[in-house]
């Protein structure tokens, strides 16, 4: 069986996704420690509901930076795209409560500008790693 190795990410880039994995941990931490300072921060009021998804969020974006960090380099690229999956998730699930109004719009536009930002370094990757000869 022949595995693919995805071409190796410009320094700028690898730079990035480094960057986004390290921010996944320190917010995942957060979100486990401190999950009503952060439900604040972002203008929600906390719930033991809120609460309960705020480290289960937590967990998820802990799991996907150490999984990226810690993967051998030719694994990093499938940790990557699990991350875009979800950040494209988060993504269009942020843009649907902006067009409905349903939360406030200062939270909905803060969560998705973020994770949006997240979603285009990773996208860059993806579009780098299907373009790139091998």
């Not at 730079?15 to 929600?44: E, V, Y």
């Not at 690229?77 to 109004?101: E, F, K």
């Amino acid at each position: 069986m022949t595995t693919t190795i995805a071409p190796p990410p410009r320094p700028l880039l690898a730079g990035a996704l480094r960057g986004l994995a390290i921010g996944r941990i320190a917010l995942g931490a957060a979100a486990i420690a401190a999950p009503r300072t952060l439900i604040t921060a972002c203008g929600a009021q906390p719930t033991p509901e809120l609460t309960y998804m705020t480290r289960i969020f937590g967990s998820r974006a802990i799991a996907l930076g150490l999984g990226y960090l810690t993967a051998p380099i030719p694994e990093r690229p499938r940790w990557q795209r699990l991350g875009l999956m979800v950040d494209i998730i988060d993504t269009i699930h942020g843009t649907a409560h902006l067009l409905r109004a349903d939360i406030p719009r200062s939270t909905a536009l803060a969560a998705t500008t973020f994770t949006g930002s997240y979603m285009i370094v990773g996208a860059t990757r993806l579009t780098h790693d299907l373009t790139s000869p091998a």
